[in-house]
């Protein structure tokens, strides 16, 4: 999927509106508590200030009701963090459309910033609104798009203004399409997935569309006990899916007939009950005991998995291998996380939970690629088109 990008077109003295995911978490004090989001925003910024760019930005936050203005989803303490990292005063308009937005756009000067307010203080963003689509693109010369966070959403913001503004890619969904669609498309092969997670039915489309490339399938977490209840061992408490068990049983035969590599925990850390200091052991994946619940992978799964990883050249995961919220049935996520970090070959983490492990756990400097993005990586996964890329130039 080849797309223009920002090197591609002339930004000087334009009007340039910029999709960003500036979709920060926030305390109960409105602190940014992570500002990953914004720093991964950074080189399209900052390309288009160098290169004489009118700059302006455009985010949602949270999740408003879509009825107006509501202080505890205001980008303010966006538009603070983001003047201290571009060392330059970023004037924040206080709506995204209307007269606020058109005075704050008028006098915006080359290499200057404006952020608009929270697009999805107008319920017309999700509707995809094409009168509110047009009212964004009205303040602008160029679209580009760098939020692949909400490539997966046709919203007015992310697709509705492409109907009215010529549109690109900027740094961070280049790299996102680019390196995750070489990886599914054209991947350095042995090539294997990891997939965890709570429910198989978020990844039955993955899967399927996996089966078909990869030459190992790794199945852990919370999925992985439908997997087992196909196979015919007694699951206790463990999360179960009793409705997708002759689906697992489906996939698994289907993995055989592609001659892929199908593995599933051998051992597991089971618990007494779902807390962080729950007594807990380690028990093969045939005997988990009828009163006792599977939270993590065991140690012995660990090596297993871990060295498909380490023989690799392309590995994807998404989704931890247990409930690595509480330290003891943490140890799983965090060994693919390690083993992730020694592989030679390329090795992306998609985005969700498994993202935040590998950020928590400090391997995401040791890993080729850690996506922005949850829901639209695990679609680009699943091999959907994502109406946010789609809209843009073809190269």
Known sequence: MNKKSIEDIVVKGKKVLVRVDFNVPLDENLNI???????????????????????????????????????????????ARLEELLCKKVTL??????????????????????????VRFHKEETKN?????????SLAEVYVNDAFGTAHRAHASTEGVTKFLPAVAGYLLKKEIDIMGNALDNPKRPFVAILGGAKVSDKIGVIENLLKKVDTLIVGGG???????????????????????DLAKHLMEEAKVKGVKFLLPVDNVVAMEFKADAEHKIVDSNKIPADWEGLDIGPVTREIFGKEILDAQTVIWNGPMGVFEFPAFAKGTEAMAEYLSRCKGITIVGGGDSAAAVEQMGYADKVTHVSTGGGASLEFMEGIVLPGVAALLDA
């Open 93 to 118: 308009a206080s709506d995204c459309i209307g007269d606020s937005a058109k005075a704050a756009v008028a006098s915006v000067k080359e290499g200057e910033v404006v952020l608009l307010e929270n």
């Open 129 to 137: 609104d094409p009168d509110f689509a047009k009212a964004l693109a």
């Open 223 to 245: 999925m992985a006990y439908t997997f087992f209840k196909a196979l015919g061992y007694e699951v206790g408490k463990s999360l179960l899916e009793a409705d997708k068990v």
């Open 33 to 79: 508590t992570d500002d990953i989001r914004i720093q991964a925003a950074l080189p399209t910024i900052e390309y288009l200030l160098k290169n004489g760019a009118k700059l302006i930005l455009a985010s949602h936050l949270g999740r408003p009701k879509g009825v107006g203005f509501e202080h505890k989803y205001s980008l303010s303490p966006v538009a």
